[in-house]
Each structure stands twice: as structure tokens, then as C-alpha cells.
């Protein structure tokens, strides 16, 4: 089995839902990193 650099790897750091107006539905954020906070995921 070939060996997998773990930076060449593609990763879902969140998933948005819109309407066709392009407001947000839903979202979840995979990513504690990016944002931290409810506050800031709003």
C-alpha cells in the first residue's frame, strides 16, 4: 500500500446549506479552529 502524506489529503471543514436567495439554512462546522464560537459561526 502506498504511503499518504496527510497534508496531500482533501477535508471537509464545513458543510452550508442556502436558500436560492443565498441565505444560510444550516450550517456545521467541522473545524474548531476556523471558528471558535457560536458568535463567530453566525
Known sequence: ???LDADSLY???AILILDQ???RI???Y???QILAT???QS
Open 1 to 3: 500500500m502506498a504511503n
Open 30 to 32: 467541522y473545524d474548531k
Open 11 to 13: 477535508s471537509i471543514k
Open 38 to 40: 457560536e458568535k463567530e
Open 26 to 28: 444550516l450550517g456545521k
Open 21 to 23: 436567495d443565498g441565505k
